[in-house]
């Protein structure tokens, strides 16, 4: 156990609507990384947040949008889901930006 | 060219051999690179880290990094049946930028 946690566990959308995933990160953990991980596939940066601000981003759409609270949970958002966006998302926490991340136990998103 | 490569696999290993998984990358900045085991259905568990040139031991796990040759394996000695598992790859650029291969599927045989 990382200490990390993610809600929910599993979610069912249709194309089109919105979702919002939900991670708390390690105790003493300022940094919360996302990636998406389609099957088979490692997993794909979405962003980091650093002290409530991002703090890197890779290649997705800006409907991927993203939150970090006070106390250092984060929020991902999807806007307008493509069947393609279906895939497993995986919150990383760590204690600063340079440092190890270690994984929650993801939130499995199915578009249909 | 992807930037981080790994063999799919599937490697097929008896217990008790040595299980040796491999990757390359493309960036040379890399500074830092990670190796993380995941089992089907779940998330991703760290295994190593490791930051300089050569070896880092912990316990049947070994990982080596040549930064020249951009390329950094993970030995499994006296490898288990637990030890079956997707290894995946991760590679820190400007460390908010975690690189990840797409996993070299392990099967240890009893």
């Known amino acids: 156990e990382t200490g990390v946690t993610q809600s929910p566990t599993h979610l069912i959308k249709t194309r089109g609507q919105q979702v919002t995933l939900r991670c708390s990160s390690q105790?003493?953990?300022?940094?919360v990384s996302w990636y998406q991980q389609a099957l088979g596939q490692g997993p794909q940066f979405i962003f980091q947040y650093y002290r409530e601000e991002e703090n890197g981003r890779g290649n997705f759409p800006p409907r991927f949008s993203g939150l970090q609270f006070p106390n250092y949970s984060s929020e991902l958002n999807v806007n307008a889901l493509e069947l393609d966006d279906s895939a497993l998302y995986l919150c990383?926490?760590?204690?600063?930006?340079?440092?190890?991340?270690?994984f929650g136990p993801g939130t499995r998103l199915l578009v249909l | 060219q992807k930037e981080v490569e790994q063999n799919s696999g599937p490697l097929s290993v008896p217990e008790g051999a040595i299980a040796s998984l491999n990757c390359t990358y493309s960036d040379r900045v890399s500074q830092s690179f990670f190796w993380y085991r995941q089992y089907s259905g779940k998330s991703p568990e760290l295994i190593m880290s490791i930051y300089s040139n050569g070896d880092k031991e912990d316990g049947r796990f070994t990982a080596q990094l040549n930064k020249a040759s951009q390329y950094v394996s993970l030995l499994i000695r006296d490898s288990q049946p637990s030890d079956s598992a997707t290894y995946l790859c991760a590679v820190g650029r400007n460390n908010n930028d975690m690189r990840f291969g797409a996993g070299t599927r392990l099967t240890v045989k009893p």
């Open positions: 990383a926490s760590s204690p600063g930006g340079r440092e190890t991340q270690y």
């Open positions: 105790s003493g953990h300022n940094t």
